[in-house]
């Protein structure tokens, strides 16, 4: 008897699985038509893969001044592509390298906001009173006050580091995360669905956990590739003012030093560029994913 009542649940859930595989298949059919996506697309794996690759490709040696005999700020050549920095490393092993701590902190301070973002978001849309007051005071406040500058305050305050930019960028940057899944919230908790749970008697997180958050998700992850580029932006930015971990090669610890060492004035423009061009690409291949990922998950953008 025990067997009998339980054997809907696989079924159900093999249902569910097909369900979501459909979906998937369907969102990757329909971002597929967006060729500006899928070229943002294959950029990013390529970086990716050359950032998971680098200890292969460069081994952390050429790397340690102490072990290479390289000639100080040698112009590109076939030996050494994009030529050497002042201190006589190759600029692509370090382009590559930085590649790493740029995409981590990227991916770490953006996933701090979406998560900050989606629970204030939620909580604001769902929560009525002085609870909604308080939340939403708090979302303008931080989308008033420019992120960076509070980012830079915030660094200052807890001491030069990737972590510290992560969370400097994380803590900052979630506010308009925080409205557009508010927005979401109101949307979705106007339907009849929502209203049946609550006749039936949900609460609060049955609502939140079991309704709202599969139905802002899609929206969040779309938002996720375009802060992605803005967080790399913000950690290039505190890297050059000297926030960051100077013993971490970054895209933007070496735009600094590129300055400090006079490269920037001298025309050592092999290494000024690479780095400065690699943010650029970077930034517009999340940007163009990230725009095309939205129109297909956001129905209001479709047809634009």
């Not at 050497?84 to 770490?108: E, I, K, N």
């Amino acid at each position: 008897m025990t067997q009998i009542l339980e054997s809907p649940r696989p079924a159900a859930r093999s249902v569910a699985a097909a369900r979501r595989r459909a979906r998937l298949a369907e969102v990757w059919r329909e971002f597929r038509t967006h060729r500006s996506g899928v070229i943002g697309l294959v950029i990013l794996i390529a970086v990716i893969a050359l950032a998971a690759l680098a200890p292969v490709l460069f081994p952390a040696e050429m790397l340690d001044v102490t072990k290479i005999d390289n000639p100080l700020n040698a112009p590109p050549s076939a030996g050494l592509p994009l030529g050497t920095d002042p201190s006589g490393r190759s600029v692509l092993a370090m382009l590559v390298w930085g590649a790493r701590a740029s995409l981590l902190v990227g991916f770490a301070a953006t996933l701090v906001s979406m998560v900050i973002g989606t629970a204030v978001g939620m909580a604001s849309g769902h929560f009525r009173g002085p609870t909604q007051a308080v939340l939403l005071r708090i979302v303008d406040f931080f989308l008033v006050v420019p992120s960076l500058v509070l980012a830079i305050v915030l660094s200052s305050v807890l001491g030069a580091g990737v972590t510290t930019i992560i969370v400097a960028i994380g803590v900052t940057s979630w506010a308009s995360t925080a409205r557009l899944v508010r927005s979401q919230t109101l949307t979705v908790e106007s339907r009849g669905y929502i209203e049946r749970s609550w006749a039936l008697g949900a609460g609060d997180g049955h609502i939140l956990w079991k309704h709202v958050l599969p139905a802002v998700l899609p929206l969040v992850l779309a938002n996720t590739t375009l802060t992605v580029g803005s967080a790399i932006i913000s950690e290039s930015t505190l890297a050059f003012l000297g926030l960051g971990d100077p013993s971490t090669i970054s895209w933007g610890s070496m735009l600094k030093l590129a300055l400090d060492t006079g490269a920037a004035t001298a025309g050592y423009w092999w290494y000024l560029l690479p780095p400065g061009l690699a943010i650029v690409l970077v930034v517009l291949a999340f940007t163009l994913a990230g725009r095309a990922f939205e129109a297909v998950v956001n129905p209001t953008l479709r047809g634009r």
